[in-house]
């Protein structure tokens, strides 16, 4: 049987002023499905991102997440019904700890009656993050913030998970121990993945499917060996970033 559509973005645009940040950008996620999104900076990931979570009003086109046209729906909306994100520039509450800081929002996002602090245990050790948990968001590492953010965006419930470049800044090392963790969580609860990255190389190792954005649209969409001999994204890429694909 195949899946259900998780997130379906039809024929999006925006500008900003006279800029054309998105133009005619469609495509599909499965559910369970860990899709990748790159493109070089300046491509409208980020704006996409922004569109797709509700913060930002889309110019044209259609948003809809599991079957339902969430277009028009304000950002906690879309939120509280599974659609979760975070934030290329890590947002934390810097006076509050690690634990605090994923309390906040298990405590806003989870339904009536259930146990935030049992979800924030929970978070913590599924992230690996239980030994910090008292930290303060200075005192540990920015990979540890990464996980932070990732355990806040999907603190009560969460259907789709958007990353947007949760790996860049970090070491090769940390970057494999974030993605083994990622899968770990999309295996385990069945969560749907969209990962931003500008790095071709970090995405390919990790997902079955990649969607290139380059200069704000769509260029191509398919799984990352094809993706990586098309001439087009070669040619986006300069060559040079294309063949770290390989
Ligand atoms: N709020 C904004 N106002 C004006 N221009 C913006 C705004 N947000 C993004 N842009 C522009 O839109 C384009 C796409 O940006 P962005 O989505 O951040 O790209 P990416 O995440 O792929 O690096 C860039 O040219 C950027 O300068
Ligand atoms: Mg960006």
Redesign the pocket.
């Known amino acids: 049987m195949t899946a259900a559509v998780a997130l379906e973005v039809s024929n999006v645009a925006r500008h900003?002023g006279g800029?054309v940040?998105l133009r005619d950008v469609s495509f599909k996620v499965r559910e369970g499905e860990v899709m990748g999104l790159i493109?070089p900076?300046?491509?409208?990931?980020?704006?996409l991102f922004e569109i797709i979570s509700g913060n930002l009003a889309p110019s044209g086109g259609q948003v809809s997440f599991f079957g339902r046209d969430c277009t028009t729906d304000p950002a906690h909306v879309r939120r509280r019904a599974g659609l979760c994100r975070t934030f290329q520039k890590v947002r934390l509450f810097e006076s509050m700890s690690v634990s605090e800081n994923i309390a906040v929002s298990a405590r806003q996002c989870l339904p009536p009656g259930h146990d935030w602090r049992a979800e924030v245990v929970s978070i913590l050790a599924r992230l690996r993050l239980s030994g910090q948990a008292d930290r303060m968001p200075s005192e540990i590492t920015l990979a540890d913030r990464k996980k932070v953010e990732i355990g806040r965006a999907i603190a009560g419930f969460c259907r789709v998970l958007m990353l947007d470049e949760s790996l860049s800044g970090l070491t090769h090392e940390e970057a494999e121990e974030l993605i083994g963790e990622i899968l770990a969580l999309n295996r385990d609860t069945g969560i749907t993945v969209i990962v931003v990255e500008h790095v071709l190389s970090v995405l390919a190792a990790m997902v079955k499917r990649l969607v290139v954005?380059h200069n704000a649209t769509v260029i191509a969409d398919g799984a990352p060996g094809e993706v990586a001999h098309d001439p087009v994204v070669i040619e986006a890429y300069l060559g040079t970033k294309a063949n770290a694909l390989r």
């Open positions: 900003f800029l940040a493109g900076n300046g491509a409208g990931k980020s704006t954005l």
